[in-house]
């Protein structure tokens, strides 16, 4: 809290409003406690008490002001406040030499408290906020840390949002690869999780592990690119699954007569175990 004089423009307005009902410590802490709810929260006060239903004209009223007889009882408090048409309770107990603070939401039955030594915290309950409550700033960032946030966070502040962006894909990086993964080029396929061949290798195979021949040649149905791709009468469609040959295949003229694998290699000496 960068200047505790901004942070408590309007404190002095409340304060004079209740100083001649002030006359305990326990007051003093309640009323900073009102002030952190109304002044950076827009709580509204609708009353005292511990009533659990709001009325349709408890929705449209409230104040920033603490209710008459809002201290009376020496052990108890108990306000109603509204925000944003919910209905939320502060309570006060005294036990002993501490003070228990309690928040509630009545319509998510979130709650929140706090545990205050007022006699360590408050030096007076006369005079200004910083005299009164020398560690004024730091209690007031507990009431909103402690108190407010764990109940009702985010509902009435503009807050900013980090948004982690989490990818879909898996990283399966070669860990032998050095440098980024080459990307392949514009209208090549490759099977998700396969990356590109380092340092511009061709590219063998690929296809085959496509059933839709993206990669090229080598599909289980041949594309208008193949020879076995057959249009019209007595087609069946145009598409014929291939077949890999099997066996003994005949001759196809690639290497003239006498085939040189025929032939035996030169100073072969008839020993055919080699």
């Given at each position: 809290m960068s200047n505790?004089?901004?942070?408590?423009?309007?404190?002095?307005?409340?304060?004079?409003?209740?100083?001649?009902?002030i006359n305990k410590k326990d007051d003093l802490l309640i009323a900073l406690a009102h002030f952190v709810l109304t002044k950076y929260s827009q709580f509204r006060c609708i009353g005292l008490g511990e009533d659990?239903?709001?009325?349709?004209d408890e929705e449209v009223s409230g104040s920033e002001l603490l209710p008459d007889n809002w201290n009376t009882d020496e052990n108890n408090y108990a306000l109603r406040y509204i925000y944003d048409k919910q209905l939320y309770i502060l309570l006060g107990l005294r036990t002993e030499d501490s003070?228990?603070?309690?928040?509630?939401?009545?319509?998510?039955r979130k709650v929140?408290?706090?545990?205050?030594s007022p006699e360590e915290i408050v030096n007076d309950?006369?005079?200004?906020?910083t005299k009164m409550i020398p560690s004024a700033p730091q209690l007031a960032d507990r009431y909103?840390?402690?108190?407010?946030?764990?109940v009702y966070q985010g509902q009435n502040k503009s807050t900013t949002t980090q948004t982690n962006t989490i990818s879909t894909t898996t990283d399966q990086a070669d860990p032998l690869r050095i440098g980024m993964p080459m990307h392949p080029p514009v209208g090549q396929y490759h099977p998700v999780g396969v990356e590109p061949r380092p340092f511009a290798f061709p590219e063998i195979d690929r296809g085959d592990l496509d059933p839709l021949g993206r990669g090229g040649h080598g599909n289980l149905f041949p594309f208008p690119s193949h020879p076995e791709f057959r249009v019209g009468p007595g087609s069946s469609g145009g598409m014929q699954p291939r077949f890999?040959?099997?066996?003994?295949?005949?001759?196809r003229n690639l290497r003239p007569n006498p085939?040189?694998?025929?032939?035996?290699?030169?100073?072969?000496?008839g020993d055919y175990f080699m």
């Amino acid at each position: 809290m960068s200047n505790p004089g901004d942070y408590f423009y309007g404190w002095d307005l409340l304060y004079k409003t209740i100083e001649k009902d002030i006359n305990k410590k326990d007051d003093l802490l309640i009323a900073l406690a009102h002030f952190v709810l109304t002044k950076y929260s827009q709580f509204r006060c609708i009353g005292l008490g511990e009533d659990k239903i709001l009325t349709e004209d408890e929705e449209v009223s409230g104040s920033e002001l603490l209710p008459d007889n809002w201290n009376t009882d020496e052990n108890n408090y108990a306000l109603r406040y509204i925000y944003d048409k919910q209905l939320y309770i502060l309570l006060g107990l005294r036990t002993e030499d501490s003070l228990i603070i309690t928040l509630l939401n009545v319509k998510t039955r979130k709650v929140s408290n706090i545990c205050l030594s007022p006699e360590e915290i408050v030096n007076d309950i006369r005079g200004t906020i910083t005299k009164m409550i020398p560690s004024a700033p730091q209690l007031a960032d507990r009431y909103r840390r402690e108190l407010l946030e764990p109940v009702y966070q985010g509902q009435n502040k503009s807050t900013t949002t980090q948004t982690n962006t989490i990818s879909t894909t898996t990283d399966q990086a070669d860990p032998l690869r050095i440098g980024m993964p080459m990307h392949p080029p514009v209208g090549q396929y490759h099977p998700v999780g396969v990356e590109p061949r380092p340092f511009a290798f061709p590219e063998i195979d690929r296809g085959d592990l496509d059933p839709l021949g993206r990669g090229g040649h080598g599909n289980l149905f041949p594309f208008p690119s193949h020879p076995e791709f057959r249009v019209g009468p007595g087609s069946s469609g145009g598409m014929q699954p291939r077949f890999d040959p099997y066996g003994p295949q005949p001759e196809r003229n690639l290497r003239p007569n006498p085939n040189p694998d025929h032939l035996q290699p030169p100073n072969f000496g008839g020993d055919y175990f080699m």
